[in-house]
């Protein structure tokens, strides 16, 4: 799926066909009020410190002529949000040391745990963004065959993966306190601002 979906990608962004665009992504997203997890360290997943895992329900309708994808890509880009792809999410627990992620299920539904194995699992459909801190362990349970998610990082930071207990000590001195600028949903007036505040 993720070669059929990088060409898909590729010749919508070549063409503009099955995207709204920037200007007009605003159109499809429902104002939705954040629900937000914090989980405590287990001693392999350290999860951010400070902030919340931020689940958004339902926060983005789709117009059945655009590409779902598109929409979510086209959505994190205008908000700062960029190194977008298209893919599921890994089956085995991983984490993300020195960069935030933004996960929007285009397509399908799982049953995603979040933060290690002292943590919650949710049931998450196309719509639903969830928003992971640096550190927050994420894990694929089970996923419908047309599952798909598209994911994105804010412009400050560098893509990891972290899987061991070997990682761990990197990890807790990687995860970063910079705020991002901007929601990947709701923009600079979100509700990431005031969930995910600065360390005084």
């Known amino acids: 799926m993720p070669i059929v979906e990088d060409l898909k990608e590729y010749a919508e962004r070549a063409t503009g ?27 392999l997943v350290p999860n951010h410190p400070r902030w919340p895992l931020i ?34 999410i890994y ?5 993300h040391s020195r960069i935030h992620e933004a996960l929007g299920i285009a397509r399908g539904k ?11 699992t949710f049931a998450l459909k196309a719509g ?3 928003v992971l801190p640096a550190g927050t362990g994420h894990r694929s349970l089970s996923a419908s065959a047309d599952f798909l998610v598209v994911g994105a990082y804010p412009p400050t930071g560098t893509y990891d993966v972290c899987t061991s207990i070997e ?21 600079k007036e979100g509700p990431l601002s005031k969930l995910w505040r600065r360390p005084k």
């Open 167 to 187: 990682d761990r000590a990197r990890a807790l001195g990687n995860i970063p306190r910079v705020l991002p600028r901007k929601d990947p949903v709701y923009g």
């Open 17 to 43: 066909l099955r995207r709204p665009g920037k200007r007009a992504v605003a159109n499809f997203v429902r104002q939705r009020n954040p629900h937000g997890v914090r989980f405590r360290d287990d001693g």
């Open 91 to 95: 089956d085995y627990v991983h984490y």
């Open 128 to 130: 639903d963004v969830a």
């Open 55 to 88: 689940l958004y329900r339902g926060a983005v309708h789709f117009d059945e002529r655009l590409d779902p994808a598109a929409v979510f890509e086209d959505l994190f880009e205008a908000n700062g949000w960029g190194d977008t792809w298209r893919n599921g």
């Open 110 to 120: 799982a049953r995603v745990r979040f933060g290690g194995k002292t943590g919650r």
